[in-house]
């Protein structure tokens, strides 16, 4: 039998290579292509959903297109606006990337359909009065504008990297549309003044609040001679504080549709509920304390658990509060299509929910890490007990927000703690200098401070800049969109 001649299995060798490497091209190019398309296929099977449901009803086609709408709506909240409550804690390490989204993935759901608000306002703010649209056609026809103008500006702003307000990107469409449709006299302009107030209170307060807690965990646990008796003394308290908080947080926000409480019930309910949670954690972290070494580094094995319990409710009660905004229009289409007419307030049918719900989670492990980077890591370095502040801003600034009247927005207030943390260490870090410098007669020159800025200031202008342009910029799509729906049908 003849042997083949070397250079046979050379030229085999070459296209074997040639198809692996045509092989390992086809997958690279796919993979950017994988999430669109899941992305696709969700709005489609939400658009089939509504059609098997509405059946052979007038207006069908309405719905399937709004149901599509909302679920595009509700995959670029997933994408957007639940990096504020992962961010925190996956830049602190308490949690994996795939371990948040997994977290978020389950709280998100529960919170929309276990405590998520069944009756909703029509435009779910106040923004526009139903009687002052001309008919049921031109209200269904603005709400959808609203719906996908105030979508394609989350997908926009989450594409540019910037961390926005759902609620006022659906305030902004609704404006838009309620202009386009009756005219401004349909717009309650007060309410929007408040909105635009709110641009400037959330992050302020976030920051203000997350700092303070950082101050105190510095000055109480971080630099005294021993820490972990430090620990042992204060870490419960702060356990104690996050539960109540998040009690208080969840009673006001997100558990509506299970139970309805005053403001002073709520605060009573997170109290009981904070004295318990530090009974607990008195014993829990004395024991989880002992043998750690009396360092920096062991405290913030203490701060971890609890960042990620504070990270689920935050996720449970964004979940509860948030989704009935971003479905509220579609629920508004749904019952003009099915009535008739125009009501102030609607019942949201449970497979709307459902869509938006599972849109949030879909929309969040697609496209969510993107920005929980950015919020976690990217603005400025986190860890666990700076994430904690965090958190527990978010819950308190919630809170005393509620009992001012004040409107504010979750991701502004989240974002916004970031931002403070990250100041608040420059602010430290340079005073401890000086002070360093003084003692040793060397003051630190301005060069070497610049080079310690500990908050990336090319982020603070992409996120004010979206923040600002929100409400106007959904407002213009909104009011182009309705434009060309309406001229279309007529």
Not at 135 to 142: L, Q, S, Y
Not at 349 to 374: C, D, E, Q, T
Not at 412 to 437: D, P, S
């Amino acid at each position: 039998m003849a042997t083949p001649p070397v250079n046979q299995w050379k030229t085999l060798d070459k296209d074997l290579k040639r198809i692996g490497l045509i092989e390992e091209a086809a997958g690279f190019v796919a993979r950017p292509l994988v999430a669109p398309g899941l992305s696709l296929a969700f709005i489609v099977l939400a658009g089939l959903a509504a059609g098997v449901l509405m059946g052979a009803q007038p207006g069908a086609l309405i719905v399937i297109a709004a149901a599509a709408i909302g679920a595009y709506m509700a995959l670029n909240i997933g994408a957007n606006d639940v990096a504020n409550n992962m961010g925190p804690a996956v830049g602190a390490n308490a949690l994996t990337l795939g371990g948040a989204l997994a977290i978020a993935a389950v709280f998100e759901t529960a919170g929309a359909l276990l405590a998520g608000g069944d009756v909703v306002k029509t435009v779910s703010t106040g923004i526009l009065a139903p009687e002052a649209v001309p008919d049921a056609a031109h209200f269904v026809w603005a709400m959808m504008s609203a719906l996908l103008a105030s979508a394609l500006w989350l997908h926009l702003a989450t594409w540019m990297g910037a961390p926005v307000s759902t609620t006022h990107s659906i305030v902004g469409g609704v404006v838009g549309a309620g202009v386009a449709a009756a005219g401004f006299g349909a717009v309650n302009w007060e309410a929007i003044g408040t909105i635009a107030a709110s641009w400037v209170i959330s992050p302020l307060m976030g920051g203000v609040i997350a700092a303070a807690f950082l101050a105190l965990i510095k000055a109480k646990v971080i630099y005294v001679e021993d820490k972990i008796a430090a620990a042992q003394r204060w870490v419960p308290g702060f356990i104690g504080l996050m539960t109540g908080a998040f009690a208080t947080y969840l009673a006001i926000k997100g558990l509506k549709k299970v139970i309805h409480l005053s403001m002073g019930s709520s605060v009573l309910l997170g109290i009981l509920c904070g004295l318990a949670a530090w009974a607990l954690a008195v014993p829990l972290v004395r024991r989880q304390s002992r043998g750690m070494e009396n360092r920096k580094k062991s405290l913030k094995k203490l701060f971890t658990l609890p960042l990620v319990v504070s990270a689920a409710l935050l996720s449970f009660a964004h979940g509860a509060n948030d989704v009935a905004n971003a479905v509220g229009p579609l629920a508004a289409i749904v019952h003009a299509v099915e009535a008739g007419e125009l009501a102030d307030q609607v019942t949201v049918p449970l497979w709307v929910m459902v869509v938006g719900a599972l849109g949030i989670s879909v929309g969040l492990m697609l496209f969510g890490p993107r920005l929980i980077r950015l919020v976690g890591s990217e603005i400025t370095k986190l860890n666990a007990m700076r994430a904690y502040c965090v958190a527990l801003s978010a819950a308190i600034t919630v809170i005393v927000a509620s009992w001012l009247g004040l409107p504010v927005s979750s991701t502004h207030i989240a974002v916004g703690g970031v931002f403070g943390v990250g100041f608040y260490r420059e602010w430290h870090a340079e005073r401890r200098a000086r002070m360093l410098g003084l003692q040793k007669g060397k003051p630190v020159a301005p060069e070497e401070r610049s080079r310690r800025l500990l908050v990336r200031r090319a982020h603070i202008t992409t996120v004010i800049a979206a923040w600002v342009i929100t409400v106007p910029a959904s407002a213009a799509l909104s009011a182009a969109l309705f434009w060309v729906l309406n001229t279309l049908e007529g």
